[in-house]
């Protein structure tokens, strides 16, 4: 997306990217409650669907990033081989920084991904939810916020069927870089890091174009 200017006027596409958020203001009370009912004492090290953050936390991810992904080939199964690609992200603010919403291009793989994450003023925290372009089915959000540079995210899901918790971290390595993993639990007692993702700030006028990664 377009970074944020002062004028209220906005693209067809800023326009359908607020309707997504309006949709999932509506649908996120639900998913958060059905998170709420789930036992936190059956659960693996520090989940915590309570924890909470602040309505500027991803204000510094505004803008262009590349990024180097790596991935495990096989999850769940006790793998240990990962495969690397390339990946280049826009991102924008929308109602003040309550909602952000990014796209990533990879490339290599000749797929895109889109995330929304909204920010509950009432709970403190934030929800974010991820859509692939190869489903374009909208996933089950995580849940939480940044404590000081780092943040965490948390929340339920199924992975081939099988019932897992989901982590996700974040950590303001600094105004330039970041760094993101992504934790699949199967067993509530350990985590298995999957997914993860360096980032390094980008010109958005080489990266993006009307507010999408370049293809």
Request: aromatic share 14%; with cysteine; proline share 3%.
């Amino acid at each position: 997306m377009a970074r944020r200017t002062g004028s209220s006027r906005l693209s067809a596409r800023g326009r359908r990217a607020l309707r997504l958020v309006a949709v999932v203001f509506v649908l996120g009370g639900t998913a958060t409650g059905a998170f709420a009912q789930n036992s936190a004492s059956n659960s693996p090290p520090g989940y915590d669907i309570a924890r909470k953050g602040d309505a500027h936390d991803f204000d510094y991810f505004q803008g262009a990033w590349t990024t180097t992904q790596r991935r495990l080939k096989a999850r769940g199964v006790g793998g240990t081989e990962w495969e690397e690609f390339p990946a280049t992200l826009c991102m924008a603010l929308y109602l003040d920084g309550l909602a952000t919403v990014d796209e990533i291009w990879f490339p290599t793989k000749q797929w895109a991904g889109l995330t929304l994450r909204t920010f509950d003023l009432e709970k403190r925290q934030w929800s974010i939810y991820w859509v692939s372009s190869a489903s374009g089915k909208l996933e089950t959000p995580v849940v939480g916020g940044f404590t000081g540079q780092r943040g965490e995210f948390y929340g339920e899901d199924q992975d081939n069927g099988r019932p897992i918790k989901v982590r996700y971290s974040w950590q303001k390595v600094d105004k330039d870089h970041a760094r993101w993993e992504q934790a699949f639990s199967y067993d509530n007692r350990t985590w298995e890091t999957n997914w993860t993702a360096d980032f390094v700030r980008a010109d958005a006028t080489k990266t993006c174009e009307r507010g999408r990664p370049k293809r």
